[in-house]
Nanobody
């Protein structure tokens, strides 16, 4: 049974940083590209970033490029998202997923950027 558990969200001021984690189980983590997505009220899932098996190829959506960094630790079956220079428009529920469309994802972690 695939399980993805995100954590690390919270309330942060504009310009601040957060690091999200996603602990996984139930599948061979190192054999999957992994992804981060987010969702705001009234909007669909927005793909943010992907990383390949070996943490060597990374891709980012334009709104987060240069501010967010995806990474993974295959020894610990864990995915990360370092988020810097956060903006109010980054407020959302953040999900990790084993597919780019977010069809298999965790329960999410709330990130709120507000002063």
């Amino acid at each position: 049974q695939v399980q993805l558990v995100e954590s690390g969200g919270g309330l942060v001021q504009p310009g601040g940083s957060l690091k999200l984690s996603c602990v996984t189980s139930g599948f061979i983590f190192s054999r999957y590209w992994m992804h981060w997505l987010r969702q705001t009220p009234g909007k669909g899932l927005e793909w943010l970033s992907s990383v390949n098996f070996w943490d060597s190829i990374k891709d980012y959506a334009d709104p987060v490029k240069g501010r967010f960094t995806i990474s993974r630790n295959n020894a610990e079956d864990t995915l990360y998202l370092q988020m810097n220079d956060l903006k109010s428009e980054d407020t959302a529920v953040y999900y990790c997923s084993i597919d780019k469309r977010g069809e298999v994802r965790g329960q999410g972690t709330q990130v709120t950027v507000s002063s």
